[in-house]
DNA sequence: AATTTCGACAACCGCAGGCTA
DNA sequence: TTAGCCTGCGGTTGTCGAAAT
């Protein structure tokens, strides 16, 4: 029953593009014989191909009722109408243009360049209607000055918060991964001075050698867990989440962004007053030696007590040490 | 000058429905 | 009636030349 098929899978069967010499044999055949049962073509023309290839070929480009070229802004403007009537039936849309367009040309047409003209006039070329408010477009109408969380000083704006926020978490894993350099160093006992750590209470410990680095810092404490110099010990310290609410930057109910001489480190607060960053991974089990090295468990970093982290700094800072920690970080 | 990246479009793939022996 | 080929169609991939690095 059913037909015999014409044209079997052959890995033999040419595939790829159309040589001049293969276009000619075709155009040649079906001038001569017309347009039959394609699975013919190939052996009637001597062609290595399969039927539908050459069927393809045919519809596609070699027919003579083709139009090639340019698309004029009537034929494009056209095809935006009558993709909006029928999506994507392109060959339905082919032909109800006034020349003779294939609907391969039309998709291709289509895809490449009247999606990028429809999304660059803010319209969705899938459903033709306004795109939603991208993230550029919500940036470049917004306020440029934002507020800080803190001291209500004029900061910075959306775009200017994300790329700070994107720099201070490459901070913090610096941070973390100076605080394993320290370990290391006190481990292998050599004469580099290392930080000591200050067993305050209500003192934040931001290099604690156990899983909860950064948790919960009570900002009544009047210190900071911020690295380096910042001016968050000097703020008062009854501000709430109700506050940081009613700040205008759309971000500063999650995040606040302190101006300092250093650098800026977001915090997030929670309903209790309590500052509160994730966690740090422990660089060393919590029963390794390291713990002697810092008794308390912790050191407080910055603030108003410069020789806490001072030690640490100068291994920043320092001429010799600063090439060993560029390869570091890099 | 060499290499990489990107854009345009030709060609292929696979499915669904029609057709036919 | 039915098995299986044929055709049309839309989605996807591959190729090639231009531009960028």
Avoid at 65 to 71: H, N
Avoid at 108 to 134: A, E, Q, V
Avoid at 292 to 313: I, K, R, Y
Wanted: proline content about 8%; some cysteine.
């Amino acid at each position: 029953m059913g037909r015999y098929p014409c044209c079997k899978e052959s890995s033999e069967l040419k595939k790829g593009p159309w040589s001049t010499d293969e276009d000619k044999k075709l155009a040649d055949y079906i001038h001569e014989n017309g347009i039959g049962n394609w699975q013919m073509v190939p052996k009637g023309a001597g062609l290595n191909r399969c039927g539908k290839s050459c069927r393809l070929r045919w519809t596609n480009y070699l027919r003579p009722d083709i139009k090639r070229g340019c698309f004029s802004e009537e034929e494009e403007d056209m095809i935006i109408q009558l993709h909006k009537q029928l999506g994507n039936r392109w060959s339905k849309i082919a032909a109800k243009l006034p020349a003779g367009r294939t609907d391969n040309e039309v998709k291709n047409y289509y895809n490449t360049h009247i999606k990028k003209k429809l999304m660059r006039l803010g319209i969705d070329p899938i459903t033709h209607k306004p795109l939603p408010p991208n993230l550029n477009h919500l940036l470049n109408n917004l306020p440029h000055n934002y507020y800080n969380s803190f001291n209500n000083n004029p900061i910075i704006s959306p775009l200017e918060s994300i790329l700070r926020l994107q720099a201070n978490l490459t901070q913090m894993a610096n941070a973390q991964l100076l605080q394993n350099i320290a370990q290391f160093l006190n481990n292998n006992n050599n004469n580099i001075p290392l930080p000591l750590a200050q067993n305050n209470n209500n003192v934040p410990m931001l290099f604690n050698n156990n899983v909860t680095t950064f948790d919960n810092f009570n900002v009544e404490s009047n210190e900071s867990p911020l690295l380096f110099d910042h001016p968050l010990s000097t703020t008062p310290n009854s501000y709430s989440i109700e506050s940081v609410l009613d700040q205008p930057s759309p971000m500063s109910n999650s995040l606040g962004f302190v101006p300092g001489n250093c650098d800026l480190v977001p915090s997030v607060l929670t309903s209790n007053n309590i500052l509160s960053l994730p966690p740090l991974v422990s660089a060393t089990p919590e029963t390794s030696n390291s713990d002697q090295m810092f008794p308390t468990g912790a050191m407080q970093c910055g603030g108003g007590n410069d020789d806490d982290f001072s030690a640490l700094e100068k291994i920043f800072c320092d001429e010799g040490n600063s090439s060993l920690l560029e390869s570091i970080f890099q």
